[in-house]
């Protein structure tokens, strides 16, 4: 066994639990910290398959940016996860159907590249330009699409976190700038004390 196939199997397992620990912890927060467990040793299996561009963007993108937001999106919402699940057995089915279709993908991908079908991948130091080709050019109307639900998602997240709330205590601007001295001092003229 040679060095890079001991890489990529401590990468899988280490992926492969992370992602297990995702979906299984209780804490959002921890949750979270394993997903981006999972993203780092990902973009190493992207090192050991030569795609360098796409190692660095995942780390980049989704561990710099992407899990910030969702951090970030956690904690300012007040979500009341036990009511939440409570209920999860009600979606289990849906979960059990599209998880089913996901991993029919898998196995029609593993099938494909065991049969040697596809392209050949391109020349060293030429993935960016080849990927860049791909997406701007063969694919760029998923491409747009994918921007437009990106696009969405975070108009949902800024108007999820800017509802409004009865606890909170707010100041208006437009009150305090309108306030003249006399509504705010009253002067006394107080007469000394000598007599």
Not at 11 to 31: E, G, M, S
Not at 45 to 60: K, M, Y
Not at 111 to 122: H, S
Not at 168 to 175: F, N, V
């Amino acid at each position: 066994m040679s060095f890079e196939s001991l890489l990529f199997y401590v990468f899988a397992a280490i992926l492969v639990f992370a992602a297990l620990r995702v979906v299984t912890t209780r804490n959002p927060v921890h949750a979270a910290l394993w997903l981006v467990l999972s993203f780092v040793t990902a973009a190493g299996l992207w090192l050991l398959l030569g795609a360098e561009f796409l190692a660095i963007a995942l780390v980049l993108v989704y561990v710099g940016a992407v899990m910030v937001l969702f951090l970030f999106v956690v904690m300012m919402l007040d979500v009341n996860f036990d009511a939440l699940r409570s209920r999860i057995r009600s979606h289990l089915p849906v979960a059990a159907v599209v998880g089913a279709v996901i991993l029919a993908e898998m196995a029609l991908l593993l099938v494909r590249a065991t049969r040697g079908a596809g392209t050949p991948p391109p020349a060293a130091g030429e993935n960016t330009r080849a990927l860049g080709r791909l997406l701007y050019v063969d694919y760029v109307y998923p491409f747009e699409i994918a921007a437009v639900i990106l696009l969405v998602a975070i108009v949902a997240a800024i108007a999820l976190t800017h509802r409004r709330r009865r606890d909170t205590k707010h100041q208006d601007p437009g009150r305090q700038a309108k306030v003249k001295r006399a509504d705010r001092v009253r002067l006394i003229d107080l007469r000394s004390g000598k007599p």
